[in-house]
């Protein structure tokens, strides 16, 4: 597929093939099983997948990085998606795309895909989970792109944690798939169609009602203004770096493509040094 070079993103050191990066990732390819429309907003890939090491693909909250155009003589445009299950027995994952107005990589993708489709994926790249060691309660904040992970979270949580979980979507059934896990809480914030995704104030009001803000755990992704600005309320209560899991996965009115641009840069500047990927921070690029 062509038409889509401005949306690559360059690594002419190959930062990104290197061991550093790619940990025990591999790149192979997934044939989609069905698309499905489990909920209004929700566009549910099924893809088989052969890794070779299906156990990798057995913990909660994977990410995936799909490519999702290719263009002539430049890389492939890819996009990070969750893996929301993996099913060891038909070794199929399942990807939930929230479906969005935009004319973007990730939405023609999902425009002409359909069962036989094969498409070239980097992956499992794990992701945050809840501190369930540090023996305080959890509070999760989602956006409807982090339901999959919650969703993959809660099936794996582990007891005796306990949590609250705060999700913003417009798509009530999107929510009512999350499971119920004793001891955790969940609640809504049904967005307005008329409201813009990524600039309402509902998941940070939640944190700032939260009772004792400096004595929980916080785990939360959604974009990446929203996100860093959770992550400042909580600072602000002097909670530390290690108390927070907090991640931006997508920027209102930005491409993912500029994100990956700011990503790179600042990778590079950490490899220079001779670090690594846990060097990495993601909310604090300018961008
Ligand atoms: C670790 C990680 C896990 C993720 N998991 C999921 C997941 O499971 N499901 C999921 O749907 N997304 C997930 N995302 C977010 C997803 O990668 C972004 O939404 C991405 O921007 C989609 O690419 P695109 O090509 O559609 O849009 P882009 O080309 O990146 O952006 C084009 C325009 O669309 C807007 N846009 C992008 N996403 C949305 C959105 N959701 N709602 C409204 N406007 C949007 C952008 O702000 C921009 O203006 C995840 C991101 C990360 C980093």
Not at 52 to 70: F, Q, S
Not at 195 to 203: D, F
Not at 213 to 220: E, M, T, V
Request: include cysteine; charged fraction near 30%.
């Amino acid at each position: 597929m062509g038409g889509s070079r401005g949306e690559s993103v360059e690594d002419r050191q190959g930062l990104l093939a290197q061991d550093d990066h790619m940990r025990d990732m591999e790149r192979i390819q997934m044939e989609v099983v069905s698309i499905t429309r489990p909920t209004p907003t929700v566009a549910r890939v099924t893809a088989r997948i052969a890794p070779t090491n299906p156990d990798a693909w057995c913990r909660p909250n994977l990410a995936m990085r799909i490519e999702v155009e290719t263009p002539e003589d430049a890389r492939p445009v890819s996009r990070v998606y969750t893996v929301r299950s993996f099913d060891p027995e038909r070794s199929t994952i399942e990807i939930d795309f929230v479906v969005h107005p935009d004319d973007s990589p990730a939405m023609r993708w999902l425009a002409q895909a359909g069962p036989g489709t094969k498409t070239w994926f980097v992956g499992p790249r794990p992701h945050f989970l809840p501190d369930y060691e540090c023996g305080r309660k959890i509070a999760i904040f989602a956006d409807e792109t982090a339901i999959p992970a919650v969703y993959a979270i809660l099936n794996a949580w582990e007891q005796p944690a306990r949590g609250v979980v705060y999700v913003e979507t417009t798509d009530r059934a999107a929510f009512e798939e999350l499971p119920q896990v004793p001891g955790v809480e969940n609640h809504l914030f049904l967005r307005g169609e008329d409201e813009q995704p990524g600039k309402t104030p509902y998941l940070l009001d939640a944190a700032q009602a939260l009772p004792e803000p400096g004595a929980w755990s916080i785990w939360a992704a959604g974009e990446r203004e929203v996100a860093r600005a959770i992550r400042k309320y909580f600072e602000g209560h002097g909670l530390g770096r290690d108390e927070m899991r907090v991640f931006g996965y997508w920027r209102h009115g930005v491409s993912s493509s500029q994100i990956d641009r700011a990503r790179l840069g600042h990778y590079s500047g950490i490899r220079a040094r001779g670090e690594g990927l846990e060097r990495f921070e993601d909310l604090d690029l300018p961008v």
